[in-house]
């Protein structure tokens, strides 16, 4: 405990409720907030009193950040703000440390911070040089230009002139809204963009002790570099995509006005907040995810997140970000951008849903085929073949001739009746009910293999005595069905395999066979209807459709 007081570092025990008050201090806190233990301690004084009010938002945001999420345990604030005792501002390295109770709620905050101001004061003088240096680097170059164009063979005074009042604005500060003009006795060289304005500097031209002419750098006008700053606002905040822009803890310092309608909050109320606070919990996990990479990389593109609005309304947004850095190459904030998906994603969900319906309107339509063809249709073509093979008996002068056609009707009876029952089991085969789907797709694959000529090799692991609904098995076996079949009709293939594995939560089919392939893209460019609704199936059942092979195509 005496090594604490007597280091520069001061230890802090805060409440984590409003204010932060503080529980305990160590006794060397005098020294770097003028401010005795017992001021903290007593509450007459509270934490938050002392951090710089320009700083306290940032600093409450980064606390709520960090706290998310049972597994938080530490966190490192970016350096803030104190306002000493005597009115002194100070600068603060905070590490701080969460302590739980033992149902997990936050009890404490355990920090450690550290008086950082002459670090800072050293890195603000560091970044005042760099750019003076910057600005002589840029004014060197300026004249490394025109000594290069001196030095050109062959050029003339004119060309050289030219040249170098091109090379003038690169000089300065904001070369963009920068112009220049050099008068040589009755001649003007101006760069394109030249105009007068208020802003001007001059300077003259002496050569052997005598006035030549001058150099005139102008900015261009307040009220035109005004317009296009409003031009730019007005782009801004009235575009349809949602603006904002973040620091380096995620902390919202910009937004424009789209997503303050879309989210039904004032500015006030956003910026200076976490973004996180915007986002629902499984888009705070992948934006905790997401935000390392998102500071190493400077972007995120195109992914799919989701924000809560004032009123409780979730919407679905897209969400690309990218890195403004300094001249250093350090990212300093991030901007991004949300646009507004939940309009697509409804009409996807509902097309999703039609199409579910149309497949489940098309299978009921299978069942109901398949009874009328088994209990009708089959039924009376057996009971007419009955008849039939009845017609001639006991018929003492029946030919040899017509007895021999007789048979070949009754055949034709026969064959038929049998082809109407495998049409129907196929549109709704009775082994899928009493069987299961292991056995049912191993018949299918037999029957197949025999009616084909195709080797058809069928694996299902992990499938034992589990029986899925109805509805998923026959939606996998018609799978199988629409696959062996496109390899009868497409691949000219000698071997096809038929895999089935049950791997929890997952079913897994896979439909594979070494005939020839096809360019993906170009079919699903001008898919089928049976392309279709091989994807559309596993779709229904929350998995996604994917056709591929080892050629590529």
Not at 129 to 144: A, F, G, M
Request: overall charge negative; some cysteine.
């Amino acid at each position: 405990y005496d090594i604490i007081n007597r280091s520069p570092a001061v230890t802090f025990l805060w409440k984590n409720i409003e204010g932060w008050p503080v529980e305990f201090v160590s006794e060397n806190v005098k020294k770097l907030f003028g401010y005795s233990g017992n001021d903290f301690i007593s509450g007459r004084i509270s934490y938050a009193k002392v951090v710089h009010p320009d700083d306290l938002e940032r600093v409450a945001g980064e606390v709520a950040n960090f706290s998310i999420g049972e597994e938080s345990k530490r966190f490192t604030h970016e350096p803030y703000r104190i306002v000493t005792k005597d009115g002194k501002i100070k600068w603060l390295d905070d590490r701080t440390f969460i302590r739980r109770s033992d149902k997990g709620k936050i009890t404490h905050y355990q920090g450690i911070v550290l008086d950082i101001t002459k670090r800072k004061r050293a890195e603000e003088e560091l970044e005042k040089r760099t750019i003076d240096l910057n600005k002589r680097v840029k004014e060197l170059n300026c004249l490394y230009g025109i000594s290069q164009l001196v030095e050109k063979r062959g050029i003339s005074l004119e060309e050289i002139i030219h040249g170098t009042v091109d090379l003038i604005p690169t000089a300065w500060q904001y070369p963009e809204i920068t112009c220049a003009r050099i008068i040589m006795e009755d001649q003007e060289f101006k760069t394109k963009n030249f105009r007068k304005t208020d802003w001007r500097q001059a300077f003259d031209i002496i050569v052997h002790g005598e006035l030549s002419g001058t150099v005139e750098v102008y900015y261009r006008a307040e009220k035109e570099i005004r317009c296009l700053k409003e031009k730019f606002e007005d782009l801004y905040h009235n575009a349809p995509i949602m603006y904002l822009s973040l620091d380096n803890n995620g902390i919202i310092i910009e937004c424009n006005n789209a997503i303050l309608d879309r989210l039904g909050y004032t500015k006030r109320k956003i910026v200076g907040k976490q973004m996180m606070t915007f986002l629902t919990e499984e888009s705070v996990a992948s934006f905790k995810e997401d935000f390392p990479e998102l500071i190493k990389t400077g972007k995120l593109m195109g992914v799919e997140r989701q924000l809560i609005t004032k009123s409780g309304e979730i919407i679905d947004v897209q969400l690309s970000v990218s890195g403004e850095y300094d001249e250093h190459g350090k990212v300093i904030k991030t901007r991004a951008s949300f646009e507004d998906i939940s309009g697509l994603k409804r009409a996807k969900e509902h097309i999703h849903t039609l199409t579910h319906a149309l497949i489940n309107a098309h299978e009921s339509e299978r069942q109901n085929i398949s009874r009328e063809l088994h209990d009708r249709i089959a039924q009376d073509l057996s009971t007419l073949k009955i008849a039939f093979d009845t017609l001639l008996h006991n018929q003492a002068d029946v030919s040899l001739e017509e007895s021999q056609k007789a048979a070949e009707f009754s055949e034709i009876f026969k064959n038929t009746i049998a082809a109407v029952r495998d049409l129907s089991y196929n549109l709704r085969p009775p082994i899928l009910d009493e069987m299961g789907l292991v056995e049912a797709t191993s018949n299918c694959c037999e029957s197949f293999s025999e009616a084909h000529g195709v080797n058809v090799h069928f694996n299902a692991a992990g499938m034992d005595n589990l029986r899925l609904n109805f509805e998923t098995e026959i939606n996998l076996y018609r799978l199988v069905q629409e696959g062996l079949n496109n390899i009868m009709k497409h691949a000219d293939a000698a071997d096809a395999f038929v895999k089935l594995i049950a791997a929890s939560p997952n079913i897994i089919l896979r439909i594979e066979d070494n005939g020839r392939g096809f360019d993906v893209e170009h079919r699903l460019g001008v898919a089928t209807k049976g392309t279709k609704i091989l994807i559309k199936i596993p779709q229904k059942k929350g998995k996604n459709g994917t056709k591929e092979n080892d050629t590529g195509r």
